[in-house]
C-alpha cells in the first residue's frame, strides 16, 4: 500500500465528511436499523467492508480506462471540474437534503434493496450497493485516484473510503445538531469547493510540470501536493 496516497484519500475522505453525512449517513443509519444489537458491529463492519469494495472495483474499472487513453494528467483535472460543476448544480437541493438519499436510496434501504439471505450477505451486499449511489465526491475520488500508479490509485481510496467511515458512523450521534447549526450547509459547500479548488490545482501543476520537464512521469507527476 503506497502510504503517501492512502493519506491523501484519507485527508480527502475528511475534507468530504459533512458531505458524506449529508449524502449517506441517512442512507447508511437506515440499512442497519432494526439487525440485533449484538449482530450491528458486525454488520456495520461488513457494510463498509462492501461499500469500499465497491470503490475499489470502480477506481480499478476507471484507473483502466484512463491508463488506455494515456491520459493520467487529465484525471485529477476533470475529477476538480467535476466536483465543482457537481457542487454548484445540486447546492439548492443539499440544502435540505441529498436528493439522491431522499429519492432513492432510503426508500430502497428501508426493503434492504430486497436483498435476503443471511445477515452478513445482506451487509456486504448493502455496502456494496450503498457504493454505486450517485455521489459527486465518490465519483471525484474515483477520477482524483486514477493520477497515480494502479496500486497507489487502491491505496487512495481505500484511504478516503477508510476517512468517510467518521461521519457515516456518527451519523446518528451528531447530525440533529449540525442541522440546527445554521452554519453547517456553508461549511459543506465551503469544503467541497476547496477540494475541488484543490484538485485542479494539483493537476495543473502536474501539467505544468509535464510540459516544462521536470522529469515526472505520466502518474507520479500527480503526487499530491501538501
Not at 502510504?3 to 465528511?17: C, D, N, P, V, Y
Request: with cysteine; aromatic share 14%.
Amino acid at each position: 500500500m503506497t502510504t503517501e496516497a492512502f493519506l491523501t484519500g484519507a485527508l480527502l475522505g475528511l475534507f468530504a465528511s459533512p458531505h458524506c453525512m449529508t449524502m449517506c449517513g441517512p442512507l447508511s443509519w437506515q440499512a442497519q436499523s432494526g439487525i440485533a444489537l449484538r449482530t450491528l458491529p458486525y454488520f456495520t463492519g461488513l457494510y463498509h467492508v462492501g461499500r469500499i469494495s465497491m470503490y475499489l472495483v470502480l477506481g480499478s474499472l476507471f484507473w483502466l480506462l484512463v491508463d488506455w487513453v494515456q491520459a493520467p494528467l487529465y484525471a485529477g483535472l476533470a475529477a476538480g471540474i467535476f466536483l465543482l460543476y457537481t457542487t454548484a448544480s445540486q447546492w439548492r437541493d443539499q440544502r435540505t437534503c441529498c436528493p439522491t438519499a431522499r429519492l432513492l436510496g432510503l426508500p430502497l434501504s428501508k426493503r434492504r434493496w430486497g436483498l435476503k439471505g443471511p445477515w452478513y450477505l445482506r451487509a456486504l451486499g448493502l455496502g456494496a450497493l450503498n457504493g454505486l449511489l450517485p455521489c459527486a465526491m465518490v465519483y471525484a475520488a474515483i477520477m482524483a485516484a486514477a493520477r497515480y500508479s494502479e496500486s497507489a490509485s487502491e491505496s487512495y481510496l481505500i484511504g478516503f473510503g477508510t476517512a468517510t467511515l467518521v461521519p457515516l458512523i456518527t451519523f446518528r450521534y451528531l447530525w440533529k445538531r449540525l442541522v440546527a447549526w445554521p452554519g453547517f450547509k456553508w461549511v459543506q459547500l465551503g469544503l467541497l469547493v476547496a477540494v475541488g479548488l484543490w484538485m485542479l490545482g494539483q493537476s495543473v501543476l502536474a501539467l505544468w510540470s509535464a510540459e516544462t520537464g521536470a522529469g515526472l512521469g505520466p502518474h507520479s507527476a500527480c503526487s499530491p501536493v501538501f
